[in-house]
């Protein structure tokens, strides 16, 4: 039996032999067929709605972004993990991946796989990382005076990153962006100090000039060319600077991101992928059964050490195999256990594009008026139920 896999495309055979060992163990039940979606998040996300809003009976296990599944779930297009599946896909599994994959109290997906945000910095500049943005633009500032490498790489353009940005210094501030029952935003002053610290980042000897273009990979070119102290992105950057600035690499270090204050720890966004089981597949346990075996510990390490992606399993972060290459894994493992998540509603999409457009470009934030205009922004948001390309 041929079950199809979409996911995002994989470069580094992770996922390929994901799938090549799954069909393997099935004994001859099921092969998996590994589809690649297009590069781009919105180019995913579009190509499944399509597919799905289509009843389309070809797609049997779904590669979700963390941010998807209560829009394909409250669409009916995913199926719910019940009874012994559903323990399954839960045990030993990072509680903030699996709140991601939860949507009115129902589970609609098994996290495959996790990632956050750490501080990294180059420990020739700076001798002790700061704890809060505060202290970092201070030594930012210091670092310029002096005429050495001081800006500070964070994702300033306009899309998803400057979302996480925003929400990871919302929730560490104390706020959220929507109100627990995701039907209105809820922001208030913790909103007004997330923006008022972007916008005096911005604004700061700390930023790239490049700033409000720049996403993670831009960020990580910067880091690499010598002209940044300090970069908030993702564990992708560290086998990077590796390999391709040895001289650097020996004084490339990571630390917790900053907090909101230095007396309160960061509650970083998580990001990943969610595997959902297609609604109109016509074999849904065979489909469910791959899934578990396509996310579990084998092929998790395999996709972390090969694809760079920190796992969703707890356990793994003390496996010597995965810490002898990440070690940074607990920084990693801790910044999960205290992740924040982005918010949970049907129509992610819009809200999301409401909060990088009104916050595009940072320098130009007035935190008190902006807020209330991406109040509004946010309302008019949630009275879609989500774009159908």
């Not at 009104?358 to 989500?386: F, M, N, Y």
């Amino acid at each position: 039996m041929a079950l199809n896999w979409y996911n995002f495309p994989d470069d580094s055979g992770a996922l390929q032999q994901a799938a090549d060992r799954c069909g393997q163990a099935s004994g001859g039940r099921y092969v998996i067929h590994y589809n690649k979606l297009p590069r781009t998040a919105d180019g995913q996300r579009q190509q499944l709605v399509r597919r799905l809003a289509a009843h389309d009976a070809g797609v049997d296990i779904i590669g979700l972004d963390v941010t998807w599944p209560a829009e394909f779930a409250e669409a009916g297009w995913i199926r719910e993990w019940t009874g012994p599946v559903k323990e399954r896909a839960t045990a030993d599994t990072l509680a903030a991946a699996v709140q991601t994959a939860t949507w009115k109290d129902k589970l609609y997906g098994a996290p495959y796989n996790s990632n956050t945000q750490l501080l990294w910095y180059r420990d020739d500049l700076v001798p002790t990382p700061p704890r809060s943005w505060a202290e970092m633009l201070a030594q930012a500032e210091v670092l310029a005076k002096a005429g050495k490498p001081h800006y500070v790489e964070i994702q300033g353009a306009q899309y998803e990153g400057l979302t996480v940005w925003f929400n990871t210094l919302v929730t560490s501030a104390g706020g959220t962006i929507l109100t627990p029952d995701a039907l209105a935003p809820s922001l208030g002053p913790p909103a007004v100090v997330a923006a008022g610290i972007m916008r005096d980042a911005a604004r700061s000897a700390a930023a790239d000039p490049s700033l409000p273009n720049q996403m993670e990979d831009q960020n990580r070119l910067a880091m690499e060319s010598g002209t940044a102290a300090f970069e908030l992105n993702y564990p992708f950057v560290y086998p990077s600077m590796k390999a391709n600035q040895p001289e650097l690499f020996p004084h490339f270090k990571w630390a917790p991101y900053p907090g909101v204050t230095a007396d309160r720890p960061a509650t970083v966004t998580i990001g990943g992928i969610d595997l959902a089981v297609g609604a109109y597949g016509k074999h849904p346990d065979l489909a469910f059964e791959a899934t578990l075996c396509l996310r579990d510990r084998e092929n998790q390490l395999t996709n972390a050490l090969e694809g760079g992606l920190p796992p969703s399993l707890r356990s793994l972060y003390q496996a010597a195999e995965l810490t002898e290459s990440y070690p940074f894994a607990a920084d990693v493992l801790a910044a999960l256990e205290t992740a924040s998540v982005r918010p949970q509603t049907p129509a992610y999409q819009n809200v999301s594009i409401a909060i990088s457009h009104t916050l595009s470009p940072p320098a130009a934030i007035k935190p008190e008026s902006t807020v209330a205009d991406l109040r509004g922004q946010i309302e008019d948001a949630l009275g879609s139920k989500g774009l159908i390309p």
